[in-house]
């Protein structure tokens, strides 16, 4: 069971005040902006208002930029609070939805509400009634990262499995469909995205030892009916990657979690899914690891680029970054559309970064490799072919059974799920990074013990040898030639997504509670300010009324922040305190800068 609460603005009605013989009239409430919110189209998606934030990094191609401009490097320094709204307690790594004025914000629990963007007035919220069982377990099972919004409809998948449809207007469930069990393990953590009418879903929670991994959906927006589904680990029979595990049967081959939404091209109609590693993270207790005469172990589609025709679900082409991952390094992160020249020639890219840190660019139109340049320090990868792009690894990185092996970056990554950002105002990415190590040990399966889930490794972080003690960056690389622009450095892990703006500032957040707006050419602190609780999400700018604000979710709880914050012990956080923070310069002193 499920409810949904609206309020409305008739609910707030001024007195009449009678001075004397005078009457004054009654206040009129303050509109409601739901009534004016217009349906989400096609064509919105594609080229979405520069005051809207329609999808998880605003645009198809992944870029997480704001065109807008009105606070810029000259009066970032008055930026000040326009208003907070308190969320469920909880591990908070949401991105807002804005479109006409209202901005909706999934909390942590499955409760998603409607609030007027201007002021932080609640219009509606909906709950969602979980099992008990999936409550007390708790932990990152109940955060989710974004939201959909088409039609007049806001779709989001839970912590049960399910992908729902709220009514935009009052948050009443229009459609739910279950897509697998929840008890087995299966879940989601990132949201859903629109491509050709068709909801784009990722499931993540396939590492409970569920053979054959995981997939991606598309269903109808209209019914919630599934249409197609593609499994993220490739079966015996498939003619791309079926004979890349090393001869294991389907019910051996497990992972590849799709836990990132992915991005679109409209232009090849294609859609561009990332894939995390296969399970358990250990090779050989996997079955991967020594190679059988004659066998690849490759361990397609783990650590991969899926190009799928979101009409269909066929998969068109793929792009494997990392051979059979025995660390936990995903390549599952945002994939960005850019084009720019390589070697003087255009080209339509797709640029990622995995969590060793290694930005990667590959042709969007077939998979080909292009360019790779590394960022932290790292010691997975001893050497990368400047034109295939294959990798080779240092073996004295790879963990055996029955040893410890130093591995940088840790199983968090370099980089983390905070994504990454472009702007081609300065043709530059903008990268969230944290520099550490660690000292993995695998955890083998004691005699006739069966595998039920999980990693089966200890990862003890410890800092990059020889470290100045600095855990966290922000780095600008000029992508026409991947030259480092500006790196910060600073003790506390970075733990928020980058937000680059047409004003020249990038906006970026630590576990510390510090979020800072630089300037986007040289990396200087122009502006900062000291929230409640960690910042662990994606903020977003929006403008209502002519006015731009910026958005930020904090609170504690995300597991990989946690890892990061044992490394800086003297860093501390309540456990409670999630709330959505939102900053405009005040018109009184835009008025006194101009």
């Known amino acids: 069971m499920t409810f949904a609460r609206l309020l409305t603005s008739s609910m707030w009605v001024a007195p009449l005040l009678v001075l004397g013989s005078v009457a004054v009239a009654q206040e009129k409430a303050a509109p409601n902006p739901l009534d004016a919110i217009t349906p989400v189209t096609d064509e919105m998606l594609k080229k979405p208002a520069d005051g809207d934030w329609l999808m998880w990094r605003r645009t198809y191609d992944g870029w997480g930029f704001s065109p807008l401009a009105q606070i810029d490097k000259t009066n970032v320094k008055n930026l000040e609070v326009a208003w907070v709204w308190s969320l469920s307690n909880g591990a908070t790594e949401t991105t807002p939805i804005v479109h006409d004025g209202v901005l909706f914000v999934y909390n942590y629990g499955d409760k998603i509400q409607a609030l007027n963007a201007k002021t932080g007035d609640l219009l509606w919220e909906y709950q969602r009634e979980l099992p008990q069982e999936l409550i007390d377990a708790g932990g990152n099972n109940l955060a989710k990262r974004n939201m959909a919004i088409y039609d007049d409809k806001l779709i989001a998948a839970t912590s049960?499995?399910?992908?729902?449809?709220?009514?935009?207007?009052?948050?009443?469930?229009?459609?739910?469909?279950?897509?697998?069990?929840?008890?087995?393990?299966?879940?989601?953590?990132?949201?859903?995205?629109?491509?050709?009418?068709?909801?784009?879903?990722?499931?993540?929670?396939?590492?409970?030892?569920?053979?054959?991994?995981?997939?991606?959906?598309?269903?109808?927006?209209?019914?919630?009916?599934?249409?197609?589904?593609?499994?993220?680990?490739?079966?015996?029979?498939?003619?791309?990657?079926?004979?890349?595990?090393?001869?294991?049967?389907?019910?051996?081959?497990?992972?590849?979690?799709?836990?990132?939404?992915?991005?679109y091209d409209p232009d090849q109609k294609l859609v561009f899914q990332g894939v995390g590693q296969p399970y358990p993270w250990i090779a050989e207790m996997r079955g991967t690891l020594p190679v059988k005469d004659g066998k690849n172990n490759d361990a397609l589609y783990t650590d991969s680029t899926m190009a799928i025709d979101p009409a269909s679900g066929e998969l068109k082409w793929y792009h494997q970054y990392l051979k059979d991952d025995t660390w936990d390094l995903d390549y599952?992160?945002?994939?960005?559309?850019?084009?720019?020249?390589?070697?003087?020639?255009?080209?339509?890219?797709?640029?990622?970064?995995?969590?060793?840190?290694?930005?990667?660019?590959?042709?969007?139109?077939?998979?080909?490799?292009?360019?790779?340049?590394?960022?932290?320090?790292?010691?997975?990868?001893s050497a990368i072919d400047e034109k295939t792009?294959?990798?080779?690894?240092?073996?004295?990185?790879?963990?055996?059974?029955?040893?410890?092996?130093?591995?940088?970056?840790?199983?968090?990554?370099?980089?983390?799920?905070?994504?990454?950002?472009?702007?081609?105002?300065?043709?530059?990415?903008?990268?969230?990074?944290?520099?550490?190590?660690?000292?993995?040990?695998?955890?083998?399966?004691?005699?006739?013990?069966?595998?039920?889930?999980?990693?089966?490794?200890?990862?003890?972080?410890?800092?990059?040898?020889?470290?100045?003690?600095?855990?966290?960056?922000?780095?600008?690389?000029?992508?026409?030639?991947?030259?480092?622009?500006?790196?910060?450095?600073?003790?506390?892990?970075?733990?928020?997504?980058?937000?680059?703006?047409?004003?020249?500032?990038?906006?970026?957040?630590s576990w510390d509670r510090w979020f800072r707006a630089f300037d986007d050419e040289t990396g200087d602190v122009l502006w900062e300010t000291r929230v409640n609780n960690a910042i662990n999400?994606?903020?977003?700018?929006?403008?209502?009324?002519?006015?731009?604000?910026?958005?930020?979710?904090?609170?504690?709880?995300?597991?990989?922040?946690?890892?990061?914050?044992?490394?800086?012990?003297?860093?501390?956080?309540?456990?409670?305190?999630?709330?959505?923070?939102?900053?405009?310069?005040?018109?009184?002193?835009?008025?006194a800068a101009n």
Request: proline letters at 7%; a negative charge; one cysteine or more.
């Open 537 to 591: 999400s994606f903020p977003i700018s929006y403008e209502v009324d002519g006015k731009q604000y910026i958005a930020v979710a904090v609170g504690n709880g995300s597991s990989a922040a946690r890892s990061w914050a044992t490394l800086t012990p003297e860093l501390l956080n309540p456990d409670g305190g999630s709330a959505l923070w939102v900053f405009a310069v005040s018109d009184e002193k835009k008025t």
């Open 332 to 381: 599952v992160y945002e994939r960005q559309l850019i084009d720019l020249p390589v070697a003087g020639v255009d080209k339509k890219m797709l640029v990622t970064t995995g969590k060793l840190g290694i930005i990667e660019a590959i042709d969007r139109t077939n998979g080909d490799f292009l360019w790779a340049t590394e960022t932290v320090p790292q010691n997975v990868v």
């Open 389 to 509: 792009g294959e990798k080779t690894i240092n073996q004295d990185a790879v963990p055996h059974i029955g040893k410890t092996t130093v591995n940088c970056p840790a199983d968090p990554g370099g980089r983390g799920w905070p994504a990454t950002a472009y702007s081609p105002k300065t043709q530059a990415l903008y990268l969230p990074l944290n520099e550490f190590c660690s000292n993995t040990t695998p955890q083998p399966l004691d005699p006739g013990q069966v595998y039920t889930g999980g990693g089966r490794a200890t990862y003890d972080r410890v800092p990059v040898p020889n470290s100045d003690g600095n855990i966290g960056r922000i780095d600008a690389v000029k992508l026409t030639d991947q030259s480092q622009m500006w790196s910060h450095r600073q003790r506390s892990p970075v733990t928020s997504a980058v937000l680059p703006t047409a004003g020249g500032l990038v906006f970026a957040g």
């Open 160 to 263: 049960d499995a399910f992908i729902i449809a709220l009514d935009v207007k009052t948050g009443q469930v229009a459609w739910e469909k279950q897509t697998a069990d929840w008890q087995k393990g299966w879940r989601y953590t990132s949201g859903p995205f629109i491509a050709e009418g068709k909801i784009i879903q990722g499931m993540t929670g396939c590492g409970n030892a569920q053979p054959g991994g995981c997939f991606v959906t598309g269903n109808d927006p209209k019914t919630g009916e599934e249409l197609w589904r593609v499994y993220t680990i490739a079966r015996p029979d498939d003619p791309k990657g079926g004979d890349t595990w090393n001869g294991l049967p389907l019910e051996s081959r497990m992972g590849g979690s799709a836990w990132i939404s992915g991005t």
